[in-house]
């Protein structure tokens, strides 16, 4: 691989929300990955939750707002999806079409609830267990990282 390409790479790394960058190609193989700024490394945040988790604090950094949460995804009552992988979240099929899934719906074991694009690919996450879905913690064109929380699902209602 030559610097041409590596140089590439790093401007489309810089260019990009990417925190890392893994090529591989034939034999050759590179890796480019930088450190996140504290912004950047920020909880997740949920943007829509049921029931009420109390009061929301606003916190700004630079000229954008964040909602932060009440409650930290892992304290919440319920069983939790994360993001198998890095890449865009996807609430429904296409930009017009309904989403895939609703705070407050009932879903099934295997029903999808999102999709998240990673490297042109679309991948469907699917419900693991069957219950309530009680939180959804990214909107359509959101980064997501692995290991991320998605969903909450309501652990008192899974069958």
Do not use: W
């Amino acid at each position: 691989m030559d610097i041409r390409k590596i140089k590439k790479l790093m401007d489309l790394l810089e260019a990009s929300q990417l925190t890392e960058l893994e090529i591989k190609q034939g034999e050759e193989s590179i890796r480019l990955s930088r450190a996140m700024s504290a912004s950047l490394a920020s909880p997740a945040v949920a943007l829509r939750t049921l029931p009420e988790s109390g009061p929301s604090t606003v916190a700004t950094s630079g000229a954008a707002s964040v909602i932060a949460p009440a409650t930290e995804p892992e304290a919440l009552d319920g069983h939790v999806i994360t993001s198998p992988m890095v890449g865009t979240y996807y609430a429904s099929p296409t930009p017009e079409s309904e989403p895939f899934a609703r705070v407050g719906a009932r879903v099934d074991k295997g029903d999808t609830l999102c999709i998240i694009e990673a490297m042109k690919i679309f991948n469907q996450i699917e419900a693991d267990r069957a219950g309530v879905l009680r939180s959804i913690f990214k909107q359509t064109g959101d980064p997501v990282e692995y290991g991320e929380t998605l969903f909450v699902i309501d652990a008192t209602e899974s069958v």
